[in-house]
């Protein structure tokens, strides 16, 4: 079984930056990629970004050169840095852990943390 808890959101103004967490506990096979998704209200949950263990990465076009994903795998612990943060990225974020970046997004989800950006 695998847990997830993220952390870091919050209310920020446009062009500001905030920076999540999302500890995972339980089997390390089941965290060998580790992911961000959100979503707004009204829209479906969308990929935001994702990691593997090894450290390649996959953002979505929205948010390259904007926000950037990293892990700690001595914690088992992953990022999102987010810059230059936009309205339009008000949503619930969401941690999602499976084996491979191609498996994501698994049943394996964190509660989720609100992001509120105003303009």
């Known amino acids: 079984q695998v847990q997830l808890v993220e952390s870091g959101g919050g209310l920020v103004q446009a062009g500001g930056s905030l920076r999540l967490s999302c500890a995972a506990s339980?089997?390390?096979?089941?965290?060998?990629?580790m992911g961000w998704y959100r979503q707004a209200p009204g829209k479906q949950r969308e990929l935001v970004a994702a990691?593997?263990?090894?450290?390649?990465?996959n953002y979505a076009d929205s948010v390259k050169g904007r926000f950037t994903i990293s892990r700690d795998n001595a914690k088992n612990t992953v990022y999102l840095q987010m810059n230059s943060l936009k309205p339009e990225d008000t949503a619930v974020y969401y941690c999602?852990?499976?084996?491979?970046?191609?498996?994501?997004?698994?049943?394996?989800w964190g509660q989720g943390t609100a992001v509120t950006v105003s303009s």
């Open positions: 339980g089997s390390i096979f089941s965290t060998n990629a």
């Open positions: 999602n852990a499976g084996p491979a970046i191609a498996t994501l997004p698994s049943r394996h």
């Open positions: 990691i593997a263990r090894g450290g390649r990465t």
